[in-house]
Each structure stands twice: as C-alpha cells, then as structure tokens.
C-alpha cells in the first residue's frame, strides 16, 4: 500500500495540512459563486425574453425536421459552444488555452502534469479559471463524499449480473443514487422553484464525488479486474484529485507512469460539448420535467450507449484490432483500404469518423494525440500507431465514399488506443470512463437550468402529412436546406 499513498499525493493536499494551511471547502466556494452569477444571468435572460421573445433565431426546415434537427438552434446551453471548424470551445477558451490556462496535476516526481477535470467542472459551472487553492478545496469535498450507499454497493458486488454491459451497469448504478436525492425530497417538501437549483448542485456534487466509485465498481463487476468501489473510495479519502483513485482502482493499484494524466486529460477533454449531443440533450430534456439530477444523468448514460455516440469508443478498439488482426501487422496502405471499403460497403459506418456538426479533425483527437505522441511508450504502441496512420487512409476513402459531411476522425477515433495501452483492454469500459467525464457538463447546466428557471421541454412535432400540405403550392426545391 505504500506505492498507492505515495502515488496519491499529486497536488499536496496533505502537505498543505501539515503546515496548517486551511483548505478552503470549495464545492461552498463554488456554490456561494453561483449564487452570485445565477440572479445575474437570469435577470439578462428575463430581459432578453421580454424585449426580444418574438426575435426568430432562423428559420426550421423541413430537412431538419426530418433530419435529426441537425443544425436546429432550439436549445439553451452555458458550458460550451461548437464551432463547426475549430471545435469546442468552454466560455469562450478553446482546449489549448483551457490546457495552458486551468490549474495541473502535480505528479509524483515535481513535474507538472495535465489539466484537471475538477478544474474544467469549475470553469464550465461559473465561466471563470479556478485558482489551485479552489481547485484543491473541490477535490477535497468530492473525495470527502466517494462513498458509495450500500443499496449501491450491493448491485455492483455481485446483485447484476457480471455479463450486463458495463453502460446499463453505470446507468442503473447512478440512478439508484435517486434514493436519497436532497432535490426529489426537496420538490416534494414544496421548496421554492427559485430554490431549487441549490439541491440541484448539491446532488450534482455527491454524484460526481461517486462516479470514480461507481466505475471502479462496475469494471469489479463486470470483469472480476481492479480494486473496485470500496477501495476506490477510500483512496479518494486518502487524499489527492478526482481522478487519481479511479487510476490506481481500474490498473489494480498498480502505478502505471502516464496513466493517471492520462485519464486527467480524457475526463478533462469530454467533460462537455455543448447542448445538442445526445447525452447531453437527454439529461436537459429529462431534468426539465424535474427528474433529479441522478435520473437525468442516468438517462444521459443511456444515449451515450448508442453505437453512433459514446459507444463509439468502444466500438473503434474492437474496430481497429479486428483489422490489426485480419490484415497482420505487416498490412499496406492498400490493404487497409481495401478492408475499409469493404466495411462501407457492407452498409457499416467507419467507427470514430464522421461527425455531427463538426467538419475538421476533432481537436480532442488531437490533443488526445498530441499526449500520446510525447509519451514514449505510448508512441510506439502498434495499435496507438494504427489509429494515427489510419487518418491519413480512411479519410481520403470516406471522401470517395462521398456520403460522410465530416470524413474526419473524432475523439472516440484516438481514447480506446491510449486507454488500452495503460493496461484497461476491455472495450466496453471506455464509455464507462466517458460517461465519469460528461457529468462534468450535463449536471452544471441542470444547475444552471434550474437557476434560470427553464421550463419543461416540449418541441412540437408534425406528421408527413402536415409537412406535405405545407408545401403545397411552393416550387420543387424551395425547401432545400
Ligand atoms: C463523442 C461522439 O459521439 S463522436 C461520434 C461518434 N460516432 C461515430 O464515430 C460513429 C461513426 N459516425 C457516424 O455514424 C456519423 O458520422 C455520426 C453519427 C457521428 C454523425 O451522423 P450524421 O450527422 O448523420 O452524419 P452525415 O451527415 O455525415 O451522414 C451522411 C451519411 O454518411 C454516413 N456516414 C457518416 N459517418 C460515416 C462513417 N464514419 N462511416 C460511414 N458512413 C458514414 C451516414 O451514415 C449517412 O448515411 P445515409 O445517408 O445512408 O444515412
Ligand atoms: O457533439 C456530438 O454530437 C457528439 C460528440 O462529439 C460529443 O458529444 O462529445
């Protein structure tokens, strides 16, 4: 155990204690500065509805109706925005400013690591850059509260079945947490809707303080492998970053160089993007009907569990191995193109590529490469290798192919290839580790909604019919989008 106390004392919180220092409790701090931006930004919005309500943003298409309302602008969203070309960009920072600017890991050797995934919690709940000592103070709360309920406990020692795939695990797991939700009691006490969003965060903060737990305990469960939930969360105890413990959990306490900024950079990378995601759209639609934040959260897993969104991931490894094994390692650019059109040809999508709204390589692929690529045994991983060289074939392919609007890699293209090379082989639990970091964003815009007081969700919807004798009269092409 000694390694594991050693390796878990990152940012010196311990150190910091034994000359005194007060660390200040920062999940108060964080939510003594919503209170102070909430009635800021909810005084702007009542004004912008009431001089400007009937303003139209754009016009609704009948292809967006019908195609997925891509590009649809129907949805209010604080923590980040998305730029079609550059990427995300959290209040306005993009991921290298959000790398330079937001408070780092401190590894075990002095050097200074990645940013922290509590430090973009801090910067997409409030809009500002925490200081280290607030960042501190955070992580100290999370961990002070990594515990999980024994009802909890129970369905991940054993009560589901270990062949459940490790999303419907994570899913369950986080909404049985609703047994003590403080926002579900609080609404059925009949507390102030103003009020609401204070039981909000506060439910938000012990699920993430629970999340590292839970997936520790679902990776246990599932494939008999790691420390699991218990030790987990007595090594958040122990002191040290959110991530730190979920590490050591899932390498089985064992230190990996690299690992743990690694996963810091994951967590810190996917933690938001912006409103319209299927994740991150299924946690506001549910929240909005005043389901607490762990069923809205659970909700959100569930999204994240389709193939075509977080499960991505997953299915990239299996993807890329599956050729690694077919083609040998020996395989040329022609071979790999040939199995790639084979793939299209079958009516399969190419995992990891493609995109939603973005039209360029995602800039997570890139940072998550940029890592790998400055890692030396990370570098010349064959399968790290593989996915970095597959870029420059199945792009060109996917424009042939001349269907996919965006025939670049996104992020779910590079995260299987890194994690697996730290030692966590099994697929299906990078979704798990996906779903850890997009509670960063989903619960801070429940708080959020709640503090402006969004109401319910409730688009109309039409039928073919109503879409037919709309256009009737208009000339052919007139609603090309
Ligand atoms: C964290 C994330 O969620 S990132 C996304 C992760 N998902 C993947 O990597 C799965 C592969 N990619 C895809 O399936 C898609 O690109 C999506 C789901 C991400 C985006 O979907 P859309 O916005 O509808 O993409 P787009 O407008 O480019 O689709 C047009 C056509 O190209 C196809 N296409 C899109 N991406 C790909 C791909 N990677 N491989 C093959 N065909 C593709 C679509 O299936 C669609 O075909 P259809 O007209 O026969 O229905
Ligand atoms: O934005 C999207 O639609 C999908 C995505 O990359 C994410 O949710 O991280």
Redesign the pocket.
């Known amino acids: 155990m000694s390694t594991l106390r050693t390796s878990i004392r990152y940012i010196n919180l311990r150190a910091a204690a034994a000359v005194g220092h007060q660390v200040r409790h920062s999940s108060q701090a964080l939510r003594a500065r919503l209170e102070e931006l909430i009635p800021q930004k909810a005084a702007r919005l009542q004004t912008l509805k009431k001089e400007y309500g009937s303003h139209p943003v754009q016009t609704t298409t009948i292809a967006q109706v019908v195609g997925?309302m891509?590009g649809m602008k129907a949805m209010l969203w604080e923590g980040s925005e998305l730029d079609a070309n550059e990427g995300i960009r959290f209040h306005g920072l993009n991921l290298e400013e959000c790398a330079e600017k937001l408070p780092k890991a401190r590894n075990v050797d002095g050097s200074e690591g990645v940013m922290l995934p509590e430090a973009m919690l801090w910067l997409i709940m409030t809009g500002e850059i925490p200081t280290t000592e607030q960042v501190e103070g955070l992580a100290k709360d999370l961990a002070a509260q990594a515990a999980l309920p024994e009802y909890t406990l129970k369905l991940l020692e054993g009560g589901l079945p270990s062949s459940l795939h490790p999303m419907t695990q994570l899913s369950i797991a986080v909404a049985s947490l609703n047994h003590d939700s403080k926002f579900a009691q609080a609404y059925e006490k009949g507390v102030n809707k103003k009020e609401l969003w204070k039981y909000a965060y506060e439910d938000s903060i012990t699920l993430l303080a629970k999340l590292p737990a839970i997936a520790a305990g679902v990776y246990k469960n599932a494939y008999g492998k790691g420390l699991g939930a218990r030790k987990c969360a007595e090594l958040a105890q122990e002191g040290g970053d959110w991530t730190q413990p979920l590490a050591l959990a899932l390498s089985g306490g064992e230190e990996r160089k690299g690992w743990a900024d690694c996963l810091r950079l994951y967590l810190a990378l996917h933690g938001d993007h912006e409103g319209g995601?299927v994740s991150a759209h299924t946690s506001h639609l549910v929240g909005s009907a005043l389901a607490d934040p762990f069923l809205s959260y659970s909700a959100a897993l569930n999204g994240l569990a389709g193939?075509?969104?977080?499960l991505?991931a997953q299915e990239v490894l299996t993807f890329v191995k599956t050729m690694h094994d077919a083609l040998g390692a020996d395989a040329s650019d022609t071979d790999i193109e040939g199995y790639l059109w084979d793939v299209?040809n079958s009516g399969r999508?190419?995992?990891?590529?493609?995109?939603?709204v973005l039209r360029k390589t995602d800039p997570r692929f890139t940072a998550l490469a940029k890592f790998g690529s400055s890692s030396p045994t990370l570098s010349s991983d064959p399968l790290f290798r593989l996915v970095q060289r597959l870029q420059a074939i199945a792009t060109p392919v996917?424009q042939k192919h001349g269907?996919?609007?965006?025939p670049f890699p996104?992020?779910?293209s590079q995260s299987g290839a890194c994690m697996q090379h730290f030692g966590l082989e099994e697929a299906p639990m990078y979704t798990v580790v996906f779903g850890v970091s997009r509670a960063l964003g989903c619960l801070s815009q429940g708080v959020w909604s709640r503090g402006l007081g969004l109401p319910i969700e409730r688009p109309k919807s039409v039928s073919l019919r109503v879409l037919e004798e709309g256009v009737k009269g208009a000339g052919a092409g007139a609603g090309q989008a």
């Open positions: 997925g891509r995601n193939p075509l969104h977080g991505a299209l999508v190419i995992p990891g590529y493609g995109h939603g996917l269907k996919t609007a965006n996104n992020v779910d």
